[in-house]
């Protein structure tokens, strides 16, 4: 079973909780991903997935405007970019050792993202009894898509990760732009987006990740 913490930036109490929120970052053994120094906006620190023992699996860092109300975009002028980090794993044994975990492949970071989309931009016209429906349902198909990335939802588009053009898949929909694909130091890398455009990014190993905080 997998877990997720949302790094806030402050205590009920509005005291600065920085070095809190940072924390599940810095418990990585993998590398965090972010834009390259090309963007000079706000970044801020999203959240962190880690397995039944711990350990950190994957996670995610804004760039932009972070939407005011999580899991809902009110305002269609805002402008965001987030990227996944997810750690590249082989099949391996659950820790509880009842049974084995898939491998993570592009097709999670494409997962993660299309999932993250849908959880911050969902139709806020909607109806709220209707709007879990609606989240079941969209995110189903992002399932559907992230597992075949070689079919017709997808196009190919070639960014710089560390200066060196990679190729990502990508696709667009009414909600923003999802893409996914492969860093050269043992991650998988999936990102979302609305309001920047995806075309002119580029993406880069975060040196200190409290820069985000």
Known sequence: ????????????????TA??????????????YGLDDAFTGPRW???????ADGSVEHGSVGHG??????????????????????????????????????????????WLAGSGLLSR???SQLERALRQDWLEQ???????LADSLDGGGWTTLTLPV????TPFHYRESDYGWVLAGQAARGVHLGA??????????????????????
């Not at 620190?45 to 397995?51: D, E, I, N, R």
């Not at 969209?138 to 559907?144: E, K, S, V, Y």
């Open 1 to 16: 079973m997998e877990t997720t913490s949302r790094a806030e930036p402050h205590t009920a109490r509005g005291v600065p």
């Open 19 to 32: 070095r809190r929120a940072v924390a599940g970052f810095l418990q990585a053994g993998f590398p965090w």
């Open 45 to 51: 620190l999203g959240s962190v997935g880690a397995a």
């Open 65 to 110: 405007d972070e939407p005011s109300i999580h899991g809902e975009l009110s305002d269609d002028d805002q402008r965001f970019a987030v990227v996944v980090t997810v750690a590249s794993r082989p099949v391996r044994r659950s820790p509880d050792g009842t049974g084995v975990l898939e491998a993570t492949s592009v097709s999670s970071a494409a």
């Open 121 to 123: 931009t969902w139709p």
């Open 138 to 144: 969209q995110t189903a198909l992002a399932w559907d």
């Open 162 to 165: 560390d200066s060196e053009p």
């Open 192 to 213: 979302y987006g609305r309001g920047m455009s995806a075309y002119g990014l580029g993406f880069a190993v975060i040196k200190d990740i409290e820069t985000y905080a």
